[in-house]
């Protein structure tokens, strides 16, 4: 019986000459063409979602930075003129423009004063739009905030207003994906 099957088998495969056909050849060729396209379009937003990512957490990173040199009273940036004391380390975030300032507060006046403040860094977020939101609410949300660390504990001041609690600042690409950095007066920072 087993024999009788090879036989069969192999006259089969005399008879088709043991190639392939065009069709199964089209049909290779198709999936493996629609695979490629979902792997590429995946991979494009994936590489657009983790940007965002980056973003957010580069964001979050300068401004514990500023609330590091605050506790450390680090000399990194000096104030202009000899004897002008540091008040603290902030970031001022423009959310208008797309972009943030890390600073040292030379006037004490919790915020960015390109006069007489020591600008540290300068960063624009081109490629995405930013939103500024406070707790207790406002009636306007600001589209320009300070967060100031000041020295020794670190004090935490979220301006322009005195009784501002927390911030959160929404980043948003053009595709609509979020990410969102929140900032409280005890000094925690994180991503969501």
């Not at 000399?75 to 000899?82: E, M, R």
């Not at 860094?121 to 490629?127: A, G, I, P, Q, Y």
């Not at 935490?156 to 990410?179: F, L, Q, Y």
Request: charged content about 25%; glycine content about 6%; aromatic content about 6%.
């Amino acid at each position: 019986m087993f024999k009788k099957f090879l036989e069969k088998e192999t006259k089969k495969e005399e008879k088709s000459g043991g190639s392939i056909s065009l069709a199964e050849m089209l049909t290779v060729a198709v999936i493996i063409s629609i695979l490629t396209a979902v792997v590429a379009f995946s991979s494009s937003s994936f590489k657009q979602s983790l940007s965002l990512q980056q973003t957010a957490i580069k964001m979050a990173q300068d401004i514990r930075q500023m609330k590091i040199m605050a506790i450390s009273s680090s000399s990194d940036l000096d104030c202009v003129g000899s004897g002008v004391k540091k008040y603290g380390y902030g970031i001022s975030i423009d959310g208008r423009n797309n972009k943030y300032i890390l600073f040292a507060d030379c006037d004490n006046n919790n915020s960015y004063n390109p006069l007489r403040d020591k600008k540290k860094d300068d960063v624009s977020l081109r490629v995405y739009t930013m939103r500024i939101e406070t707790s207790p609410r406002s009636p306007s949300n600001p589209s320009t905030i300070s967060i100031l660390f000041e020295p020794p504990n670190p004090t935490v001041e979220i301006g322009p207003n005195k009784n501002t609690n927390s911030v959160t600042i929404t980043i948003e690409d053009s595709k609509g994906n979020k990410k969102e950095i929140f900032v409280n007066k005890a000094g925690l920072i994180y991503v969501k």
